[in-house]
């Protein structure tokens, strides 16, 4: 007994000391320099990624095959994670592009959005990012961030916009994914806004935020825009007085040593072809036909002739 | 079903992902646990540093250790040299004890009769000790392949592609059917594994098959 | 990173409300215990029944092969199946314990068959010679043998569960796997990297009190101990394995039934 004891601790000893070896670097932070792209910066190829939902991999397929379709060779890295997860995947050269959201991306990076003008959100975004990373042309495309809640809930609580929801938050619990629970426009902001603390949280991901609403054991949700099921299933979208979920325009984001003159006319002519009701099509094809986002993307483009 | 028939190609790649992290490790953990198994046995008192040291092992669950190798290796947490190391440590917990006892196994008169015939040390170990023990860790290794399959599919929360991305995309866009491809897939390559193996010491094992 | 990671563990916020350690570790135990003891009220009659009367092995087959099915798949498929049919927020911890159980039954009723099938013939003999009819021979004589590797299925199963528990946080489950699924999300490895070695501690200390049962429950006759040293024949004779190796202690010979998990 006292043999094993001593044997185990010296493992353990042993395991600590080899830790201490790998201690020092932040295994998720971006690596140093120029990362690993610039090695294929003279043969001109390009990564796209997207997020860890439909809609960011489907206009990352788009983006990809408008670029593909200019000659230019294109990998894709989809379903990468949340934005702090590709963000990181961006400064360290991983990928090169990426879908994004002005008002969201503003909001991540500074704290606060200032108004519901997409121009002023689009300026003001140009003026926050760092200088390694550019956007290019937005889309008149919104998809934003948004707090749900089914009919039988509104009209349980007379319910109108998020403001409405604090003074019931005992009985409330909220669907979202994960990062929900520290981001800004998430638990943090909606409690500095609005007041409001749910009783529960439950941190799902994808479609089970939906069902977890439609099956009743959330009673509001984090459910984006576009998301097909809002109006499949009679979900009610409240109102956001405080500007806390903004305007988000689709926009791509890319990395400034990548830029060439031939990608950013590829994906402005895409920016230009979407509106929010395409996006919605989109990814209703993904999400409910369960098509592939990369069949879906090059319907798209062919459909557009852009690809 | 014609769901799967459009996309065999990516199931297969998966497949294909798959067995490599979990069959790399396999054949990496059992070299390096037979030596490790011969020391044990041969010197009892290390028996036990052994024994315990891989006991920690394989204690800690997988998704925390795929966590934590970046820590060791110094790696970014999506390399994928995390679940190869990760797995191999896992086989190896397992095939120490199992290689020791496998050639504690040999029967004394047998060793006895070999040491007569002039087999001296290595030659001993490899002709003789060796082939008796395979049953024996032939068996404690197909345990170890189904299970290293399964744990696999778990590096699917991290983001490594295999069979287990099935799994978390099927559950994200409540699609059943990848789900079920997952699941099938994973104890598929289970089978397969565990009947390679089974094949295996089957064919090195000719006095086996002699007919009783 | 290794500061990051002491800061995180030693920052009192982390240690308080319902995300912190202690409610952590406390859910942790909760869903892992409920689910170990209704995987032994189910596991360890069953394989009484079976060692005992060797009949339906193919239960313990059946349990075994169980272990070839990806956990995190066994997880997702019965949350969504069971998702419509429950309205609050158990949705998810009763698949959770369904499949912590169902993964909990195997390695106990392996053990506990194997234990009861292990027992020495002339124990039992001596047990019927003494008078004692089926259910005394059970209790008093069986069940004891039979314990070393009755409690190596337990613990095997232990680790099974803290490990599976840990992954279906992943379905919105508390616990310290809370700390891997939300650090993963926002990419924040101090936290990661905390719950892996909070997870990692509970289950080397789950597993060393166990040991610490296993030795103490164990009859000190079956320990090899007080062994008949005259003609070298060891008191338990073989493992369902029936190998050969040198007569070990039951206990640490047991250990070689426990397999690696998820």
Redesign the interface.
């Known amino acids: 007994?006292k043999r094993?004891i001593l044997m185990t601790g010296a493992a353990a000893v042993a395991a600590l000391a080899l830790?201490?070896c790998?201690?020092?670097?932040?295994?998720?932070a971006p690596a140093g320099g120029g990362g690993g792209s610039t090695a294929s910066a003279a043969g001109g190829s390009i990564t796209v990624g997207s997020a860890d939902f439909s809609e960011s991999q489907v206009l990352g397929e788009i983006y990809a095959g408008a670029i593909k379709a200019k000659g230019i060779t294109v990998t894709t890295k989809p379903n990468i994670?949340?934005r702090?997860?590709y963000i990181?995947a961006l400064q360290d050269g991983s990928i090169d592009i990426v879908p994004e959201y002005t008002g969201s991306l503003l909001t991540f990076l500074k704290g606060t959005a200032p108004s519901q003008d997409p121009d002023a959100v689009y300026t003001a975004l140009k003026a926050t990012l760092p200088p390694t990373l550019v956007v290019l042309d937005k889309s008149t495309a919104q998809d934003k961030n948004s707090i749900v809640v089914t009919k039988d809930t509104q009209s349980k609580y007379s319910l109108k916009s998020i403001a409405d929801l604090t003074a019931h938050q005992a009985d409330i619990?909220v669907?979202a994914?994960?990062?929900f629970?520290?981001r800004q426009q998430g638990l943090v902001g909606l409690k500095s806004e609005y007041g409001f603390t749910p009783a529960?949280f439950?941190?799902?991901?994808g479609a089970?935020v939906v069902?977890?609403l439609?099956?009743?054991?959330?009673q509001a949700a984090n459910i984006f825009s576009t998301d097909p099921s809002i109006s499949a299933n009679g979900f009610v979208t409240l109102e956001d007085p405080k500007l806390l979920f903004g305007s988000d325009n689709v926009v791509p984001l890319m990395r400034k040593d990548k830029v060439n003159d031939t990608i950013t006319a590829a994906l402005n002519a895409v920016s230009a072809k979407i509106d929010t009701a395409t996006l919605t099509d989109l990814v209703k094809q993904v999400d409910v036909d369960k098509k592939d986002a990369s069949a879906v993307a090059k319907d798209f483009l062919s459909k557009n002739g852009l690809g | 079903m014609t769901w799967v028939a459009d996309h065999i190609g990516d199931i297969l790649w998966y497949a294909g992902q798959h067995t490599l992290l979990a069959g790399i490790p396999l054949i990496i953990g059992l070299i390096i646990a037979l030596p490790l198994g011969w020391v044990a046995r041969r010197y009892s008192k290390l028996y036990g540093f052994l024994i315990a040291g891989s006991?920690?092992l394989?204690?800690?669950?997988?998704?925390?250790?795929f966590?934590?190798m970046?820590?060791i290796l110094g790696t970014r947490?999506l390399d994928t040299l995390n679940v190869y190391v990760a797995m191999t440590l896992?086989?190896l917990?397992?095939r120490v004890?199992?290689v020791a006892?496998g050639l504690?196994?040999v029967?004394d008169s047998t060793r006895q009769a070999a040491v007569a015939m002039g087999f001296t040390g290595m030659r001993r170990l490899l002709k003789v000790d060796l082939p008796l023990a395979v049953p024996?860790i032939a068996?404690g290794l197909r345990?170890?392949a189904?299970?290293?399959?399964?744990?696999v599919?778990?590096a699917?929360?991290?983001g490594f592609p295999q069979?287990?991305y099935y799994?978390?995309d099927?559950?994200q866009r409540?699609f059943?059917t990848e789900?079920?491809v997952?699941?099938v897939g994973?104890?598929l390559l289970?089978?397969i594994f565990d009947t390679v193996i089974r094949a295996g010491a089957w064919a090195i094992t000719p006095w086996q098959r002699v007919a009783r | 990173?290794?500061n990051?990671?002491g800061g995180w563990l030693t920052d009192p916020a982390h240690w308080t409300g319902p995300n912190g350690i202690p409610q952590r570790v406390l859910e942790h135990l909760i869903y892992s215990g409920i689910s170990l003891v209704i995987a032994a009220l189910i596991a360890i009659p069953l394989g009484v029944i079976v060692g005992h009367s060797g009949r339906a092995k193919w239960t313990v087959s059946l349990a075994n092969s169980l272990?070839?099915?990806?956990?995190?798949?066994?997880l997702?498929?019965v949350?969504?199946w069971l998702?419509?049919k429950?309205?609050?927020?158990l949705?998810?911890v009763i698949p959770s314990v369904i499949v912590l159980v169902l993964l909990a039954v195997p390695p106990i009723l392996s053990g506990t068959y194997a234990g009861i099938q292990g027992v020495d013939p002339a124990a039992r003999d001596a047990a019927k010679g003494m008078g004692m009819r089926g259910g005394e021979v059970l209790r008093k004589v069986e069940l004891p043998c039979a314990l070393p590797l009755l409690l190596s299925g337990v613990r095997s199963a232990t680790?099974q569960v803290?490990?599976t528990a840990?992954?279906a946080?992943?379905?919105?489950l508390g616990g310290l796997?809370?700390y891997?699924?939300?650090g993963?999300?926002?990419?924040?490895?101090a936290e990661?990297?905390s719950?892996?070695?909070l997870?990692?501690a509970l289950?080397?200390v789950m597993?060393g009190i166990l040991?610490i049962v296993q030795?103490t429950a164990v009859s000190p006759g079956l320990t090899g101990k007080f062994r008949n040293t005259g003609d070298n024949r060891p008191v338990v004779t073989t493992t369902a394995?029936g190998?050969?190796?040198?007569p070990a202690s039951p206990t640490d010979r047991a250990?070689?039934q426990?397999?690696?998990?998820?």
């Open positions: 007994m094993t830790a201490a790998g201690a020092n670097n932040n295994p998720t994670g949340s702090d997860v990181k619990t669907a994914p994960p990062e629970q520290t529960n439950l941190p799902l991901k089970a069902n977890a439609t099956n009743g054991q959330a | 006991g920690l394989y204690t800690i669950p997988s998704l925390a250790l966590i934590l970046p820590l947490i896992y086989t917990a397992l004890r199992t006892d504690g196994a029967p024996v068996a345990a170890a189904v299970s290293n399959v399964s744990i599919s778990v699917s929360l991290v069979l287990g799994l978390t099927g559950y409540t059943p789900i079920i997952g699941i994973c104890v289970a089978l | 990173m290794l990051s990671i272990r070839a099915v990806p956990s995190l798949g066994l997702f498929a949350a969504l998702g419509p429950i309205a609050s927020s949705a998810y680790l803290i490990a840990t992954i946080a992943s379905i919105s796997g809370r891997l699924i939300d993963l999300s926002v990419s924040d490895y990661m990297a719950g892996a070695i997870v990692a289950a080397l597993d040991s030795r394995r190998d050969a190796s040198d250990d070689d426990r397999e690696a998990l998820v």
